[in-house]
């Protein structure tokens, strides 16, 4: 009973940590790596060295790498990245309320026209980087998988 409660802790918390792995202020992979030794240790066993260093590399690899990875993409760009996705948030979040407000096609058009020509100047400067962003994203959840499988793996073996 102990093994499967065990089990689930570090299947929710591994679970955790590849959801975090979308976002860029929190360090996902950690997570995992922390669920890996509650599911080894928790089950009396000891965690192999070239496991360890296995996790601990590909762990590594994603959180500085996706920092390089986004210097690297966004970096040509004369818009920060935090402005872009604030700005196209906060246009989304007012097409919501004047919509609520004002009804769907009164409220859309009105938004349109008074806001929505504000980002068009820039709005192809602002997808490029956001699709930029999402790249370095779905780097840091591949990663995140890839760990997930290895423990998997790993523990389908050893039991």
Same mark, same amino acid.
Request: include cysteine.
């Given at each position: 009973?102990? *093994?499967?409660?065990?089990?689930?802790?570090?299947?929710?918390?591994?679970?955790? $940590?590849?959801?975090?792995?979308?976002?860029?202020?929190?360090?996902? %992979?950690?997570?995992?790596?922390?669920?890996?030794?509650?599911?080894? %240790?928790? %089950?009396?066993?000891?965690?192999?060295?070239?496991?360890?260093?296995?996790?601990?590399?590909?762990?590594?690899? #994603?959180?500085?790498?996706?920092?390089?990875?986004?210097?690297?993409?966004?970096?040509?760009?004369?818009? #920060?990245?935090?402005?872009?996705?604030?700005?196209?948030?906060?246009?989304?979040?007012?097409?919501?309320?004047?919509?609520?407000?004002?009804?769907?096609?009164? $409220? *859309?058009?009105?938004?349109?026209?008074?806001?929505?020509?504000?980002?068009?100047?820039?709005?192809?400067?602002?997808?490029?980087?956001?699709?930029?962003?999402?790249?370095?994203?779905?780097?840091?959840?591949?990663?995140?998988?890839?760990?997930v499988l290895i423990i998997f793996r790993y523990l389908a073996t050893v039991q």
């Open positions: 009973m102990i *093994t499967l409660l065990v089990n689930f802790a570090a299947a929710v918390i591994m679970a955790a $940590g590849t959801v975090l792995t979308l976002f860029p202020r929190f360090h996902g %992979n950690l997570f995992i790596l922390a669920g890996a030794f509650i599911a080894i %240790n928790g %089950n009396g066993k000891i965690i192999p060295p070239y496991l360890l260093l296995e996790l601990t590399i590909l762990a590594a690899a #994603a959180e500085i790498g996706s920092v390089c990875l986004r210097w690297f993409l966004t970096k040509d760009y004369d818009l #920060a990245p935090s402005i872009c996705i604030n700005s196209v948030v906060g246009h989304i979040a007012g097409l919501v309320i004047t919509g609520a407000i004002l009804g769907l096609v009164s $409220g *859309t058009i009105l938004w349109e026209i008074f806001v929505g020509k504000t980002l068009l100047p820039r709005f192809d400067v602002m997808t490029k980087v956001m699709v930029r962003l999402a790249m370095v994203a779905a780097f840091r959840w591949v990663c995140g998988w890839l760990m």
